[in-house]
C-alpha cells in the first residue's frame, strides 16, 4: 500500500528525529517584543467578540495569508460550479436576509476544495474538503465558507497559522510527515473530535456531490426588529453521502488523481445535476449558558437540536475557464448581507478578517470586480484605484458625507447589538469537553467502520518516533472512548496501562 494513498499528509519525512527542547526561547512578535499568550486571543469578556487591538492574532493572520503567491495557501485543489438556490420555507421570524425569503431564487456559485494539499495534489488523499457558496442576493453577495466535516481541528484563530504550517511539508525537507501535525495536535487535545471523523471514512469522499457541507461555525440570524438567534447551516446531499476506503482510494489513484473534480464535472454534463437541501439548526441566545460545552466551539456539534430545512440548491453550470473562474474566485464569510452576522466563534472571528485579508493579497485589491466575483447589484462607494481597477468613476467627490454626491445609509442595515460585560482577557475558553463528542461520534460509527478509522489513525500515527507525543495522543483517544484508545494502542504496540494512565489525568 502505498502511503500516499491513505496518509492525512503526502510523503513521510525520513531522517527527522523530532526532541523535546530542553531550553526554550522567547517567542517574539517581528519587531522584537515578547508574546505575553500565544494560544488564546483577546476578546471581550469570556464570550465576547475579538479584539482588533490584539496585535499578536492580526500579525499571525496577516503573514500567513501572504505566505504564497498566487496560489492559496490552503483550499488550492478545487472544482465548481453554478447554479440556483430556492428558498423553501418563511424564516422571516429569524431573519430579515431577503435569499430566505419563500419561493425566492438566487444565484449561486460553489468551489469544492481540499484543504492541505496543492494546486495539483491527487484528490484522493486524506484531507478535510471545502463547500464555499457564493450567493448572489439581491442585497449583495453572501459567502457561506464551509467543510464538509462538521467540526474543525482548532477553536481560537491564534492558532490557524501553526496549524496549518504543521500539517504543511517541512521547511527544511520540503516533505510532510505525520512526526510534525501529531507533535502539535499533541498539545490540542480539542483537535479528537475533528481527527477522529477525518480519519474515518469521510475523510475521502468518493465526489464531491457525495458529500455534505456544514457551517462549522455558528452565525446569526437578525430579524426586522433586530433580534437575533444563533444557527448552524448544513446542506444535505441529495446524492447521499458515499466515501472511499484506504483500498478504495488506493486504488483510484493508481489510475485518476482528479476523481472527484471529474465525477461533478461529468454529472452535470449528463444533466443529472447534483442538488443539496440547506438546513439549519436554532438556538436562542439565553439557551446556549444551559449546555455543558460552549455552542460557539468549533470544535463541536449541536446534537438533540433538530433540523429545518430552509431550502434547495441544484448546480446545473459549469465554468468555461477555471482559471478566471474557479481559480479567482473569492470567498470570505466577511461578504455578509443584512440579517446575517458573524458569531462570537472565536475561529469565526479570525477567519472574518483572514479570509478577506488573504484575497486582497491573492487576487488583488480589486478582485471584487471580477465577473465571478461580481455582485450582481449596483456597487456603490467611494472605495477608489489600486492595481486593475476597472471601476470608471468621475466627479470630484471620493469622501463621504457630502451634499454634492450624497450616499445614504440604510437604518435596517445596522448590526445587532450584544451585550457585554466584563474585561478583556486573553484565556481560553470555559467548559472545554474535548473528548466527549469524539467518543460519541466513534459509537455511532458500526464495527467495520470503527476497525477502518483504527487502521487509518494507526498508519499516520505509527510513524511517530517521539513516544510522548505518540502516547499522548493515543491518551486522548482512550480519554474519549476506553475502547478506541485500546484498540489504537494496541495496533501500535503501546503501553496500554500507561495510555490510561495518561488518559486518567486529562480534564474533559
Known amino acids: 500500500m502505498k502511503p500516499t494513498t491513505h496518509c492525512l499528509l503526502l510523503g513521510v519525512s525520513l531522517g527527522l528525529l523530532l526532541g523535546l527542547p530542553a531550553t526554550a526561547s522567547t517567542l517574539t512578535r517581528d519587531n522584537g517584543a515578547p508574546v505575553g499568550d500565544n494560544q488564546n486571543s483577546q476578546t471581550a469578556g469570556p464570550n465576547g467578540p475579538m479584539l482588533l487591538q490584539d496585535v499578536q492574532l492580526v500579525q499571525k493572520l496577516q503573514r500567513f495569508d501572504r505566505e504564497r503567491i498566487p496560489e492559496r495557501v490552503v483550499h488550492a485543489r478545487g472544482a465548481a460550479a453554478y447554479g440556483v438556490f430556492e428558498a423553501s ?73 501553526d496549524m496549518v504550517h504543521s500539517l504543511k511539508p517541512a521547511p527544511d525537507t520540503n516533505l510532510q510527515d505525520p512526526n510534525r501535525f501529531f507533535d502539535f495536535f499533541s498539545h490540542q487535545p480539542e483537535a479528537t473530535h475533528m481527527l477522529t471523523r477525518l480519519y474515518s471514512d469521510y475523510g475521502i469522499p468518493k465526489g464531491y456531490q457525495f458529500m455534505d457541507g456544514n457551517s462549522v461555525h455558528a452565525w446569526k440570524l437578525v430579524n426586522n426588529a433586530g433580534k437575533y438567534v ?88 459549469l465554468p468555461e ?28 472571528q479570525g477567519r472574518i478578517f483572514a479570509y478577506a485579508d488573504t484575497q486582497l493579497h491573492r487576487v488583488g485589491t480589486n478582485g471584487l470586480q471580477l465577473p465571478v466575483n461580481r455582485p450582481q447589484v449596483k456597487v456603490d462607494n467611494n472605495n477608489q484605484d489600486g492595481a486593475m481597477n476597472e471601476v470608471q468613476r468621475s466627479g470630484n467627490v471620493n469622501y463621504e458625507p457630502s451634499r454634492f454626491s450624497p450616499l445614504k445609509q440604510d437604518p435596517a442595515a445596522r448590526s445587532s447589538q450584544l451585550p457585554l460585560g466584563g474585561s478583556t482577557q486573553q484565556a ?74 495518561l488518559a486518567k489525568a486529562l480534564q474533559d
Open 230 to 317: 444563533y444557527v448552524k447551516f448544513h446542506w444535505a446531499s441529495r446524492q447521499g453521502q458515499h466515501n472511499l476506503t484506504m483500498q478504495e482510494a488506493a486504488a483510484i489513484q493508481a489510475h485518476d488523481f482528479n476523481h472527484a473534480s471529474r465525477s461533478l464535472l461529468e454529472a452535470i454534463k449528463r444533466k443529472q445535476y447534483p442538488q443539496w437541501d440547506l438546513f439549519i439548526q436554532v438556538m436562542q441566545s439565553e439557551d446556549m449558558a444551559k449546555l455543558d460545552f460552549n455552542p460557539l466551539d468549533a470544535t463541536k456539534i449541536w446534537p438533540g437540536i433538530p433540523e429545518q430545512k430552509i431550502g434547495t440548491m441544484t448546480l446545473n453550470r
Open 89 to 161: 420555507a418563511d424564516i422571516s421570524a429569524l431573519s430579515r436576509a431577503k435569499v430566505f425569503a419563500k419561493g425566492s431564487k438566487t444565484p449561486v456559485f460553489v468551489r469544492f476544495s481540499t484543504v492541505i494539499h496543492g494546486l495539483h495534489s491527487p484528490e484522493t488523499l486524506r484531507d478535510p474538503r471545502g463547500f464555499a457558496t457564493k450567493f448572489y442576493t439581491s442585497e449583495g453577495n453572501w459567502d457561506l465558507v464551509g467543510n464538509n466535516l462538521p467540526v474543525f481541528f482548532i477553536r481560537d484563530a491564534m492558532k490557524f497559522p
Open 321 to 348: 475557464n477555471v482559471f478566471q473562474e474557479t481559480e479567482q474566485s473569492a470567498f470570505a464569510p466577511s461578504n455578509l448581507v443584512p440579517g446575517i452576522e458573524p458569531s462570537e466563534d472565536r475561529l469565526l
Open 428 to 501: 481560553g475558553i470555559g467548559k472545554t469537553q474535548n473528548f466527549r463528542q469524539a467518543g460519541e461520534f466513534y459509537r455511532s460509527l458500526s464495527s467495520q467502520d470503527q476497525a477502518r478509522l483504527i487502521a487509518n489513525l494507526a498508519a499516520d500515527l505509527g510513524q511517530v518516533r517521539n513516544e510522548t507525543i505518540r502516547n499522548t495522543m493515543l491518551s486522548y483517544f482512550y480519554k474519549a472512548d476506553s475502547g478506541y484508545g485500546q484498540a489504537i494502542s494496541k495496533a501500535l504496540n503501546a503501553n496500554v496501562a500507561e495510555v490510561a494512565r
